[in-house]
């Protein structure tokens, strides 16, 4: 899915999605381990953690937009452009990480993805990921829907959220070996007042490309007004994030 992102707010004001991404890095068997490939590196903060980590590291993203504060911020780091449905390395790697991209792809074009992963492993090489999971943003998603039907729209569902045996299934067509795989409820904190707006904002733009501008406006704020029972505590706004988590090995 090709979005345009605003690159300096999301590095702001978004930074929960690479520092959850910590997490995920644990997964990592670090035995033996040199080249790392970050696919969908966005604003390259994992990349530099895992350079920090003393991994050799590649940073690849689709984004222009995040990859020049990528290169910025972390100059010493390789990052390059390119799709994750389309692409070739030189030389394989040990690891392929990847953190909060994978459900932006559409579910006709993963098996693309997960071959081009397989194919930049070594023999033995490890595909660490996370992504949104089955269930996720589903209060979010379910009222965008039903209040664009309100307004004459059609909402489209602009993510992929698979459950773990269907993405299982999935690396092991291809020809990876599952061997860690957990779906869990993960409430994240937004950031201000206007947390929950701002976020729809942020990552839900394409349904709304055929939106009148002032129908969008009311929209969402129709929905800040219908989540807020949900969503909104102690003077907080909560997204309703479901994770995919997940650790394949290529044989």
Known sequence: MNQNW??????SDFSFVHNYGNDVLELIDTAGVKDVLD????NGALTNTLAEKGFSVVGMDASEEMLEIAR???????????????FALEKPVDVVFSNAVFHW?????QPRMLECVYRALKSGGQFVFEMGGIG??????SALADIFREYGYTYKMPFYFPSVGEYAGMLEAVG???RFAVLFDRPTKLKGENGLSDWINMFVKNPFLEVDKGDKDAIIETAVKRLSSDLYKDNTWYADYVRLRMRAVKK
């Open 6 to 11: 605003n690159a300096e707010k999301y590095t």
């Open 39 to 42: 696919l969908g590196c966005g």
């Open 72 to 86: 910025n911020n972390y100059p010493g780091i390789s990052f390059i452009r390119s799709d994750a449905v389309d």
């Open 105 to 109: 792809i559409d579910k006709a074009d």
């Open 136 to 141: 996720n943003n589903i209060l979010i998603h």
């Open 176 to 178: 990876f070996q599952v």
